[in-house]
C-alpha cells in the first residue's frame, strides 16, 4: 500500500487521482493552514462529520484547542483569537473534526520529519501568488519569486527542503515518490536559477527528476490550464542500472507527448449544469449572475462565451479555473439572450462553484456531498460561501492529470519493488 501525505493539500485533489485510478492507497498526514481547505478536503474524503466526540467542547475550550495551530481564514494571514470567538461553537467543533479526521498538520512551518508518519509519496504544491504572471496582470506588481530570503509564500518551497533534510539527520527513510505542482511560471528566467537549484539538491540526495509542463486539455478536460509538475523518484544509491531504468521509464512514458487533437476534448457542456428546471441548478445560477456594470461590461465583452442560455458552446474551452470569476479576465461566462432567471440588468453570468469544482475534475456527488454539510442545522450558518468555494477549486489541480501522472507512480513503485 501507498502512504500518501498531502502538504499544502487543498481540497486533495493528488488524493481524489490516486482514488480514481484505483490506487492501493492511504493518505497518513495532510497539511494546509486555510480553513475552508481543512473543511472541505475532510468532507470530500471523509464524508460527513459526527460531531458527537465534541459534545462536551463549549466555545472556550474549541477556542484553546484551536489556538494550538498556525490557522488561517483567507491563506495570508493568521487567525486571531478574536476571529475563532466570533466564529459559532458548531463551526469550531467543525473545524476542529477536520483537523483530526484528516490528520491535518496545518502549518509547513512547523512540521518535522520526526512527526510525519512513515510515506511513499509526498506531494508539494507549495503557494503559486509570488510566481505566478496573473499577480502582474492584477496588481501591477512582479512577485519575488522563491528566492530563499524574500520571505513570500511561495517560499514555503524550502521548507520542503528543510524537512528532508530532517530525514537525513534522523537516519529516516525519504519517501520513495516527491511530487510538485506549480505554475509554468517557476521556468521563468526569474526563477529558474532557483528551481534548479531545488532540482539539485533533490538529484544529491538520490531522487531522480522529470520535469513537465502539461495542459489540461491534453487529458480531455475543456480548461486551457497549463501547469508545471515534477515528478521526483527516489533511487538512492542504487546502482547505476537501477536509476538508468527509472530515467528510461520516465522519458519512455513522456506525458508532455500527449498532443489531443481539440475534437478528442471532452465537450463544456459536460461541465456546465444550464437545466434551470431543476432548483440547485437555477439557485446557483441566480447566485452567480452579477448586475450589469461598467466593469462587467468588460467581463461580458472579453471572456469566452461558453453557453448561450441553455445551449453549451461545445468546441469551446474555459479559460484556467481562478481563484475568482467576477473579474476580467475570468474563466468564460454563459451568455443570457433570454433572460429569465432574474428581474435585474444583466447580458450574463459566471461560472458557479459546482461548475468549478467539475472542471477541475472532482464529481457531482462530492459537490453535492459537501453542500450538505455547508450548513450548521442549528445556526443556518454557511461554512463555505461561495467566493470561497471558487477559490477552493481555483487553487485546487485538475485531477485527470494527476490520474496520469500517479499511474506512472505505481508502475515505477511496482518496478522498483521494496
Same mark, same amino acid.
Given at each position: ?48 462529520? @459526527? ?12 477556542? @484553546? ?76 506588481? &512582479? ?27 534522523? @537516519?529516516?527513510?525519504?519517501? =520513495? ?40 486539455? #491534453? ?7 497549463? =501547469? ?24 519512455? #512514458? ?105 472542471? &477541475? ?9 459537501? &453542500? ?38 505505481? @508502475?515505477?513503485?511496482? &518496478?522498483?519493488?521494496?
Amino acid at each position: 500500500m501507498l502512504k500518501l501525505i498531502e502538504t499544502f493539500s487543498g481540497i486533495g485533489a493528488q488524493a481524489q487521482a490516486l482514488k480514481n485510478i484505483n490506487a492501493d492507497f492511504k493518505t497518513v498526514a495532510t497539511a494546509d493552514w486555510e480553513i475552508g481547505a481543512i473543511y472541505a478536503y475532510d468532507i470530500i474524503h471523509n464524508g460527513p462529520q @459526527d460531531l458527537e466526540p465534541y459534545r462536551h467542547h463549549t466555545k472556550d475550550s474549541l477556542v @484553546d484547542a484551536l489556538q494550538r495551530f498556525n490557522l488561517s481564514n483567507d491563506g495570508k494571514k493568521p487567525l486571531t483569537e478574536k476571529s475563532l470567538r466570533a466564529m459559532s461553537t458548531n463551526q469550531l467543533k467543525r473545524i476542529l473534526a477536520a483537523i483530526n479526521r484528516s490528520n491535518n498538520l496545518i502549518d509547513i512551518n512547523t512540521i518535522h520529519a520526526n512527526e510525519l508518519p512513515s510515506g511513499d509519496i509526498l506531494t508539494y504544491s507549495f503557494p503559486c501568488q509570488d510566481l505566478s504572471a496573473a499577480r502582474f496582470w492584477h496588481s501591477g506588481t &512582479m512577485g519575488s519569486g522563491i528566492d530563499r530570503d524574500a520571505n513570500n509564500r511561495s517560499t514555503l518551497l524550502w521548507q520542503v527542503e528543510r524537512i528532508l533534510k530532517e530525514y537525513l539527520e534522523i @537516519d529516516r527513510k525519504l519517501p =520513495r515518490f516527491l511530487l510538485m505542482e506549480n505554475v509554468s511560471d517557476i521556468l521563468s528566467y526569474q526563477n529558474i536559477d532557483n528551481f534548479n537549484e531545488w532540482q539539485a539538491f533533490l538529484r544529491k540526495l538520490g531522487y531522480v527528476n522529470k520535469v513537465s509542463t502539461l495542459d489540461a486539455r #491534453n487529458f480531455r478536460v475543456p480548461q486551457s490550464r497549463v =501547469r508545471t509538475y515534477m515528478l521526483s523518484v527516489y533511487v538512492g544509491n542504487e546502482k547505476e542500472k537501477v536509476k538508468v531504468k527509472v530515467e528510461d521509464y520516465l522519458y519512455g #512514458n513522456d506525458l508532455e507527448l500527449i498532443q489531443l487533437p481539440d475534437s478528442k476534448v471532452n465537450e463544456i457542456g459536460n461541465y456546465l449544469r444550464l437545466d434551470y428546471s431543476i432548483d440547485k441548478y437555477r439557485e446557483e445560477a441566480i447566485s452567480s449572475t452579477p448586475r450589469f456594470t461598467e466593469s462587467r461590461e468588460k467581463i461580458y465583452k472579453n471572456n469566452p462565451i461558453l453557453a448561450i442560455d441553455d445551449v453549451p458552446q461545445n468546441g469551446i474551452f474555459a479559460r484556467t479555473i481562478t481563484t475568482k470569476q467576477d473579474r476580467n479576465p475570468n474563466s468564460g461566462i454563459i451568455e443570457y439572450k433570454n433572460n429569465s432567471l432574474v428581474d435585474w440588468n444583466t447580458h450574463y453570468r459566471n461560472l458557479t462553484p459546482r461548475e468549478c469544482f467539475l472542471l &477541475m475534475g472532482f464529481n457531482e456527488r462530492q459537490y453535492d456531498d459537501l &453542500m450538505r454539510s455547508n450548513v450548521s442545522v442549528r445556526e443556518g450558518k454557511r461554512m463555505l460561501a461561495d467566493t470561497k468555494l471558487i477559490k477552493l477549486a481555483g487553487n485546487s489541480i485538475v485531477v485527470p492529470v494527476l490520474e496520469a501522472i500517479f499511474k506512472q507512480v505505481v @508502475d515505477l513503485n511496482e &518496478m522498483l519493488g521494496n
